[in-house]
């Protein structure tokens, strides 16, 4: 897997949950990240659609839980 996706998913997770960058880890998700709401993970999908220039079905969305899910969603797409 590229270190350039992960890097780029960590940097707009970290914009857009308000996280340092380097404290994301696999392990980082919705159920232990107090700023990643509903509301947030919108933002954070629709800021990964336009870093990526790609655009995510429902079903990946619900799919991106984690950090971890979210690099290998984003992969998949490119």
């Known amino acids: 897997m590229s270190k ?9 997770m970290s914009i857009i ?3 340092d960058a380097a404290e994301i880890s ?3 998700s919705m159920d232990n990240t107090p700023g990643w ?3 947030n993970h ?7 659609e336009e870093e990526f220039s790609i655009s995510f079905e429902v079903s990946e969305f619900e799919l991106m839980v984690s950090y971890f899910d979210v690099v290998q969603v984003v992969s998949a797409k490119l």
């Open 26 to 28: 696999d392990n980082t």
């Open 4 to 12: 350039n996706i992960e890097q780029t998913v960590r940097d707009v």
């Open 42 to 48: 919108i933002n954070l999908v629709l800021a990964l």
């Open 17 to 19: 949950l308000n996280l």
């Open 37 to 39: 709401d509903s509301a």
